[in-house]
Structure formats: C-alpha cells, structure tokens
Antibody, heavy 122, light 114 residues
Framework: EVQVLESGGGLVQPGGSLRLSCATS????????MSWVRQAPGKGLEWVSV????????NYAESVKGRFTMSRDNSKNTLYLQMNSLRAEDTATYYC???????????????WGQGTLVTVSS | DIVMTQSPDSLAVSLGERATINCKSS????????????LAWYQQKPGQPPKLLIY???TRASGVPDRFSGSGSGTDFTLTISSLQAEDVAAYYC??????????FGQGTKLEIK
C-alpha cells in the first residue's frame, strides 16, 4: 500500500525558515516524480514545486522561486521542502503528492499525504 | 501561464440528479502528437487531501465509480456526475498538466446537495 506522510509544519515568524519532510513507503520511490501542492485556508490548490525521480531536476512556481528548495533522499524514500524568507501568504496546508506515471512530467497526482499546516505570523 | 477557469463556483444538485462542472483553459492543452488533452479532475472532501478522479480529460483513475465521467478537448472540458450520491459532496478541481514543468489548477467548484 502506498503511503505518504508529511511532517515539519508549524508556526513561524515572517522572514523565518522551515523544513518540511515527506516520508513514503509502498512503492519504488526513485521511479516517481514528486510534487508539493499547497492550499491556503479556505482556498484552492496551488502547485508549488516538482522534482524528478533521480532528484537532478526541480522546478518551482514563481511565487516561491528563490525562496523554496525541494530535494529528495532516495535511500530514505523521503522528500523535503526547505522554505526560507517565509511570508504571510505562504500560510497553507502543504501536501506531498506522487506524480502518476501516466501523466506528463508526473504532473497529475495519484497519491497524496494528509498535509502539514504552515502558519506564518508574528 | 495557462489559466484554468471553472464554472460555476458552487452548485447544488438533488440526490440522483446529474451534476455538471465546466473548466476552461486560457490556451489549448491538447498535445497534437498523441491527441490527448492534458487535463485532470480531482475531488476534495472536507478535511481530506484531493483524490484523482480523471486524467487525460476522460480516463477514470483506478477505483473511481463510473458515474463520474470527463469530456472535452482543447480548451473546454466538463466533469459530469451522472447520478449524484450523498458521498459526492466535495470541492472539485480541474488541473492542466500540459505546460510542464509547471501546472495549474482551476479555482474549484463546491458541490452540495439541494
């Protein structure tokens, strides 16, 4: 059974940093692109970033480019999101999602975690 | 950037009736080499993560009931629930995955029971 579990969310002050983790199991992690998708309270879904299965390629939404860095450790089946220079508008539930093999660039998502809430506030 | 626009923003349908949600992309998301539109639909129930329903505009994901169907091509797409069940109350999102390495979602449609 595929499992995806995010952790690391919490309350952080504007300008601060936070590192999210996403532990996975039940599939060959290195074979799949992975993404982060966020959802502000009461709002819709926003794609944040994607990383290739090997980890040698990543891309970001303009809203987070230069501030967020996505990485993965295929030996630990774990995904990371390093978030720096956080702003109030980054407040959201952050979901880790597996890219389906049948979608271009792994950009539709067949398995999601339950999400971790990040709150940026003073 | 490709902008996805859903209509309506909210919808109330009686149990057993048909529900229809529309999604329009600001440019074509039809990939000419394979004639597939790179459009997915998700269902999100309150307090839960999204669930993939449809990909390639009309292919149901594994385990999705056949009352859910997707149609459309190019820029205009529709998600149809043929006979609404109580468990279908949720928000529904379309997503284009044509403009790799980025993608974008519609603003969502909230579906309720009338």
């Amino acid at each position: 059974e595929v499992q995806v579990l995010e952790s690391g969310g919490g309350l952080v002050q504007p300008g601060g940093s936070l590192r999210l983790s996403c532990a996975t199991s039940g599939f060959t992690f290195s074979n799949f692109a992975m993404s982060w998708v966020r959802q502000a309270p009461g709002k819709g879904l926003e794609w944040v970033s994607v990383i290739s299965g090997s980890g040698d390629s990543s891309n970001y939404a303009e809203s987070v480019k230069g501030r967020f860095t996505m990485s993965r450790d295929n030996s630990k089946n774990t995904l990371y999101l390093q978030m720096n220079s956080l702003r109030a508008e980054d407040t959201a539930t952050y979901y880790c999602a597996r890219g389906a093999w049948y979608c271009s660039g792994g950009h539709c998502y067949d398995h999601w975690g339950q999400g971790t809430l990040v709150t940026v506030s003073s | 950037d490709i902008v996805m626009t859903q209509s309506p923003d909210s919808l109330a349908v009686s149990l057993g009736e048909r529900a229809t949600i529309n999604c329009k992309s600001s440019q074509s998301i039809l990939y000419s080499s394979n004639n597939k539109s790179y459009l997915a639909w998700y269902q999100q129930k309150p307090g839960q993560p999204p669930k993939l329903l449809i990909y390639w505009a009309s292919t149901r994901a594994s385990g999705v009931p056949d009352r859910f169907s997707g149609s459309g091509s190019g820029t205009d797409f529709t998600l149809t629930i043929s006979s609404l069940q109580a468990e279908d109350v949720a928000a529904y999102y379309c997503q284009q995955h044509y403009s790799i390495p980025t993608c974008s979602f519609g603003q969502g449609t909230k579906l309720e029971i009338k």
